[in-house]
């Protein structure tokens, strides 16, 4: 059962969960010999803010069980079921067992209330005066700015290899700070705190391949080898997790003109943008995945200047790095085998020229992208230009020389964790009104908590970062 936005997302997870209460009917009559009654051993509160329900429920004779939300029919499901993206207000659950002759028993229900995040206090949300100014010409048609602080580092990846540890080249992850490669939307949502701004309004992962810089003795200036007497690497940090210090690092913002267009992101959206396997002699679109250094002042209005490799930005420039996600779902699928093929880039209209999304993926979403600055510090720089030269990505699958530059493999994952109140006042307040919201402020008299870190745990780089 399948249904989406203003009902909800069902899958099949074993969850906990305490209180409510229910309404139960037997389903027995003098003729059957099946006992049918269903209890449940898991539902919601009966007041929650939380915009997503788990119920685990059984029956003594039951073969299997057919379940409903609100006014929807009813259609096969499992206990332990996981309801998602629920709407603010009153809702009712209802399952019914059916025994292996096909005779189906009473319904049993449990009733339950979503409360707004703004009818009582919220830690995670700030009171402020501050109201966001109109997007400037020429520039973003609406958007929000997300700081976040790095989280923790590994070479997990539960988009592209779930379930298996340490089978991805390494990554830093923003976020969440217990997701790893056993993480589903389930535990995206039930578990962890969240390194970026609103804490547990944002428990979307955000996750990239590592910047690496050649790694040099600070007194010699000679290279250094590591434990397999290869030469050795060192991660470049990003400058994030000062609310203070202008980094901006992740954006939501409208790739379609038609801003009334636009819809939240459906919750547990997962997806890949970038191509992880670009070799040399090919590239990447810079309107997709790009760097620049900061001092060229780039713009897409103004000043495209951007490149598809890491450039040699001079101390004590920026390495910037840009990612841009999707914005055209299909309406239909969370994730895709590829993990791109849900998900469709805007194109242009061939009469209107305007930014629409294709007629395979008609409905138009918030669009996530990264915003990454580098510091190009006497510690990760090459010490005889004092630049950048020699970075290279984990994900970069080739020798980085004087001509091929690293950073071709540039992509990134994205897992939607986002409270849907939250991510609804993102569309309507900000991307639909057009506004400039910088520090996660809402546009509603409300911004959101500031960030904090996460384990910060950084493995050892393993094969330039490819991984085991």
Not at 45 to 53: C, D, G, I, M, P
Not at 207 to 233: C, S
Not at 391 to 413: F, I, P, Q
Not at 443 to 449: K, V
Request: aromatic share 10%; proline share 6%; glycine share 6%.
């Amino acid at each position: 059962m399948k249904l989406i936005h203003s009902c909800a997302v069902f899958s099949v997870f074993m969850l906990t969960a305490c209180g409510g209460s229910s309404s139960e009917e037997s389903s027995e009559s003098s003729s059957s010999s099946y006992d049918l009654t269903v209890a449940f051993s898991s539902t919601p509160l009966v007041e929650t803010q939380l915009q997503y329900a788990k119920f685990a429920f059984s029956a003594p004779d039951a073969q299997t069980y057919e379940c409903r939300l609100d006014a929807n029919d009813f259609s096969y499901c499992e206990s332990g079921l996981f309801l998602v993206d629920l709407g603010l207000g009153n809702h009712r659950f209802e399952v019914r067992a059916i025994a292996s002759n096909g005779e189906i028993g009473s319904e049993t229900s449990f009733d339950w209330n979503v409360n707004s995040l703004f009818d009582s206090s919220n830690d995670d949300l700030i009171a402020t005066n501050v109201m966001p100014e109109t997007v400037a010409p020429n520039s973003w048609r609406g958007i929000i700015r997300i700081n976040c602080d790095f989280a923790h580092s590994s070479y997990n990846d539960p988009i592209v290899y779930p379930d298996q540890e340490n089978a991805a080249h390494l990554h830093r992850f923003y976020g969440n700070t217990l997701v790893d490669h056993t993480t589903t939307m389930e535990s995206l949502y039930t578990t962890g705190e969240s390194s970026c701004q609103g804490n547990q309004l944002n428990l979307s992962s955000y996750w990239v391949p590592a910047l690496l810089a050649p790694l040099y003795d600070p007194i010699t200036g000679q290279r250094e080898l590591d434990n397999q007497g290869e030469p050795a690497w060192q991660v470049v940090p990003a400058v994030v997790g000062n609310d203070e210090e202008a980094h901006e690092i992740f954006y939501y913002s409208a790739g379609v003109d038609d801003l009334n267009s636009i819809q939240p992101v459906p919750a547990g959206l997962r997806m890949i943008a970038g191509n992880h396997a670009t070799m040399p002699g090919d590239s990447q679109d810079t309107s997709i995945v790009r760097w620049h250094c900061q001092s060229w002042e780039s713009d897409d209005a103004t000043n495209p200047q951007f490149s598809a490799t890491i450039p040699e930005c001079l101390a004590p420039d920026r390495v910037r790095m840009d990612i841009f996600f999707p914005s055209c779902w299909n309406g239909e699928d969370l994730d895709s085998a590829d993990h791109k093929s849900h998900m469709a880039y805007p194109i242009e209209h061939p009469t209107t020229g305007r930014m629409v999304c294709p007629d395979t993926h008609p409905v138009a979403i918030a669009r996530p992208s990264y915003h990454y600055a580098f510091g190009v510090k006497p510690e990760v720089y090459d010490p005889v230009t004092q630049t950048s030269k020699g970075w290279r990505l984990a994900a970069d699958m080739y020798e980085v020389t004087d001509t091929n530059h690293g950073g071709l493999s540039l992509h990134a994952d994205w897992f939607n964790g986002w409270h849907p109140e939250i991510m609804q006042l993102i569309v309507d307040s900000c991307i639909k009104q057009a506004l400039d919201c910088h520090d996660g402020n809402l546009a509603n008299g409300y911004r959101l908590s500031g960030t904090r870190p996460g384990t910060q745990v950084e493995p050892d780089i393993i094969n330039q970062g490819k991984g085991y």
